[in-house]
């Protein structure tokens, strides 16, 4: 490479640089763009907790056994389970964008999140949390229109006989 | 002005930051000669790497508070770059590098310096052959002198991999060059 050509690429950046036409975006572009990237992780790691809940509730509720596995695929919500791996994706995406994500084993971090969203899903199923949701909850409007299911006059979830 | 040349990158950028845009200037100077030949490396085309490390520059320059003051500036100007260029290479994606199949024999105990000394006189008439991700991995390691470390940042890949990375970059780096030889 020439010197000419040095001189040339420093010159026309700094004479950019010193008329103005070059300018550096300001903080708060930045500051505001990690939090909306933070948010949007933090509200995709929720909306996998939910919807992960809101299977396990399903699964919980309907009881595993042969003879049903017809009536539980034909109202298992297959949309749950697509949202969830779009979420995957979408906080994955998120979380490239952190520095620290790939000083870290991308595995790890995919399994971790896998775990805790399981482990806090187990836990609000334990503590019956996904009941009282569905009662007055996020879950109350939820359509449960199938041949499955049908709510009690308590307001009780209840398999149809 | 010479007061600042014995300042480090980053407490220029600081002060470029804060309104002294001239000092812009200084890491132009520092950098300019290193990412045109960490460009050079990667395209082979003098035009395309004017092209990208002025770009580069000026990309830097608008994102200047977006860059983290605690980090290595160094590492983040070559990831602008190296981005950069690999825009370019995804552009002109037709061309075709030479795919050697070949066993990781892990078992190899290469010597380390003897192993550098050569790859360095050889490695120009190779690296032309490789394809990106290890001709990049190579030009890093052995003729920019980057660390482990700071190739993690550049690539943004965990220590690991860089280590996976190189080491069959310098198999296939020298297959290349037995096959050139012969």
Redesign the interface.
Known sequence: MSNTNELEINNLIMNKVKSGELKMKPKWYFITGSIISFIGLIGSLFGLIFLTNLTMFIIHKKGPGIGRINSMLESFPIWIPILAVLFIIAGYTLLRRYEFSYKKNRYIIIASIITAILISSLIINLLGLDEIWFKRGPMRNIDWNSNVYKIGKNNNLHRRN | MDEFKNKSDEEIIDMV?KGN??L??YI??RY??KL?RYANYMLRD?HK??DV??DS??KA??????F?IK?IFSSWIYRIVHNEVMNIINKYKNTTYLDINMDYDSNIDIEDEYVKEKLISDTHKCLDKMKPMYREIISLYYLDNKSYEEI?DIL?????TVAVRLKRAKLIMRKICQTQMN
């Open positions: 930051r845009k001239d812009y200037t132009i100077d300019e000669d045109k003098e790497v004017n490390v002025q520059f000026i320059f608008i994102n200047l508070n977006g983290n980090m993690s943004r890949i965990p220590l690991g």
